[in-house]
């Protein structure tokens, strides 16, 4: 061991009588190094949690990209698009769809939605977040074809499984040589995503019968969803797909059609960690005045060292080592409270959350190695910065007026 680390070592002890205050002193120190770095962590682990759960529901749910035409008018052959899409291995499934507003009505309530009919159930994303019955949308021994409606949606009209759905649709004023086609469907499932902006939306059939609603051929269609194999490529597959399609067909991303939400993301993972390092900064300063103290009080050891030979360089690097012990011993008191956090987090979900506001019930915890690796660099460093001042004013003290004053 080298004789600064080891005078830092005893120093930092502060077995001397009287040192009481001084190990107060140091003892906030560590604490305020240690509260800021778990904080840091501790939101550094929520953000990201956030960010990854939101954009697994909504890119696990929503269709990453969306085929539809520039006009009001239904893709006239979606088959034919069907077949031409195949052709991309970068899409990993597609849903042709057909899908317009609705009036929705039970014995209770009546409300608007959106209808959507799939082609495909097996297929469906919808089928995923099924909580209540079966993804049956084939027409049962009473005749009624099968619906699924979103959580919210079924409480707003007061329905259950089972329950008689009415769907109206029309098209301009309604009028006695106008009126609305109408078709009964049966509950057979309910679907929650926790996002209510799906889950108060759809109201998902089979495309025949949407067809049948909106006055569409059997080759016609709104839309055609795709899902990518790898969602990162989405901006880049939506180009080279632009290029292919053309006009009339319009292509809308997953992140254009849902921007509100990924700005919001993006804004917390940006902003909440900036906010929250002001604790480190504080913390740091704070640790100036811990290591001007210890200098303080060792300064008849300092004279004493100068006159025995000790180079400013070595007094310098001592006080220097104090402030980073200090930093190091806070930073891993820090560290495992934020480990020990984000495990109760996990385990006993300690910070419960309204999931109609934040889409999820308790507040996520994701644990990166890569944030404790720069927590731990800024706050070494942060904190030897502090230590510098006190350290460099140690070194330039002079042993002749230390002595002569008898300190």
């Not at 520039?70 to 052959?77: A, H, L, V």
């Not at 609705?102 to 469906?124: A, F, R, W, Y």
Request: net charge negative; hydrophobic share 45%.
């Amino acid at each position: 061991m080298k004789f600064e680390t080891y005078l830092a070592l005893r120093y930092f002890k502060g077995t001397r009588k009287g040192a009481r205050f001084l190990s107060f002193i140091k003892l906030m120190a560590i604490t305020g190094v240690a509260v800021g770095s778990a904080g840091l962590l501790i939101a550094l682990s929520i953000v990201h949690g956030f960010k990854t759960t939101i954009n697994e529901k909504i890119l696990g749910f929503a269709p990453h990209i969306t085929v539809t035409t520039f006009t009001d008018q239904p893709i006239y052959r979606a088959d034919t698009l069907e077949s031409f899409l195949g052709r991309f291995e970068e899409i990993e499934a597609m849903q042709v769809v057909t899908e317009g507003q609705v009036m929705i009505q039970t014995k209770n309530e009546i409300t608007g939605t959106l209808l959507k009919g799939i082609s495909d159930p097996e297929t469906s994303s919808f089928a995923e977040y099924l909580s209540v019955g079966s993804f049956d949308l084939s027409v049962d021994s009473t005749g009624f074809p099968g619906i699924i409606l979103g959580d919210d949606l079924v409480k707003t009209l007061r329905a259950e499984l089972g329950s008689i759905i009415t769907v109206y649709t029309i098209r301009g004023v309604p009028s006695i040589i106008n009126s609305p086609e109408i078709q009964q469907f049966r509950l057979t499932g309910v679907y929650e995503t926790g996002v209510d902006l799906f889950d108060e939306l759809y109201a998902i059939s089979d495309r025949r019968f949407a067809q049948k609603l909106f006055d569409l051929g059997p080759t016609q269609a709104h839309a055609i969803e795709l899902k990518l194999v790898d969602y990162t490529q989405i901006d880049q597959f939506d180009t080279e797909l632009g290029e292919h399609l053309g006009f009339p067909y319009y292509e809308e991303t997953i992140t254009s059609r849902y921007a509100n939400i990924f700005a919001w993301v993006e804004l917390q993972e940006n902003m909440i960690p900036l906010v929250i390092s002001v604790m480190i900064i504080v913390a740091a300063f704070n640790l100036i005045g811990a290591v001007l103290m210890m200098v303080l009080e060792r300064t008849k050891d300092i004279g004493i060292l100068k006159t025995l030979g000790g180079k400013s360089s070595m007094i310098r690097k001592v006080f220097l080592l104090e402030g980073v012990i200090v930093a190091g011993i806070g930073l891993i008191i820090g560290i495992a409270i934020s480990l020990i956090f984000a495990y109760l987090q996990l385990e006993y979900q300690l910070i419960p959350l309204s999931e109609e506001n934040y889409y999820m019930s308790y507040a996520p915890v994701e644990l990166r190695f890569f944030d404790f690796i720069i927590t731990t660099v800024v706050t070494i460093s942060l904190c030897a910065l502090a230590s510098w001042l006190p350290a460099r004013i140690a070194a330039k003290t002079d042993p002749l007026k230390v002595i002569s004053y008898g300190r």
